[in-house]
């Protein structure tokens, strides 16, 4: 993505173009101190390019934060994550069920695996459900 401001850099080419005509003209005693001017309206232009774009993507943050939306490549959670605990989840629910069963039979094995199925449900669909607005007047 160029975004290069078209008068800023045809106005630093214009500079540079003065830059050059000066040294020919001065001589290279002065040749240190106008490269360090011509430099330092470089830093300038890229400070104010940069300074842009830091305002741009932070606005845009403010508003897809406003929105209610996360920007792209934010996730919450990784592929390693989504999975990652739905694999410990049926790992654990071994010797969970075994305990359920020893301690309550079928019916602490129905607990056991409800509890199973709804905490892997919480975790898919968490930051994904409408959140309650707690600010209204009743």
Request: glycine share 10%; charged share 25%; net charge negative.
């Amino acid at each position: 993505m160029d975004t290069r401001d078209p008068d800023r850099t045809a106005e630093l080419k214009s500079e540079l173009d003065a830059t050059l005509h000066a040294r020919r003209e001065l001589g290279t005693e002065y040749e240190a101190a106008l490269i360090e001017s011509f430099l330092g309206k470089v830093e300038q232009s890229l400070d104010t390019t940069v300074e842009r774009q830091v305002r741009r993507r932070l606005a845009e943050q403010q508003v897809a934060s406003a929105r209610g939306v996360r920007p792209p490549g934010s996730g919450v959670e990784g592929f390693g994550e989504r999975y990652g605990f739905g694999i410990i989840s049926l790992v654990l629910a071994i010797p969970l069920s075994a305990i359920a069963v020893s301690q309550a039979n079928l019916e602490g094995l129905i607990v056991a695996w409800l509890g199973i199925v709804g905490v892997n449900f919480v975790h898919a669909f968490r930051g994904r459900l409408p959140r309650r607005d707690d600010t209204q007047d009743f």
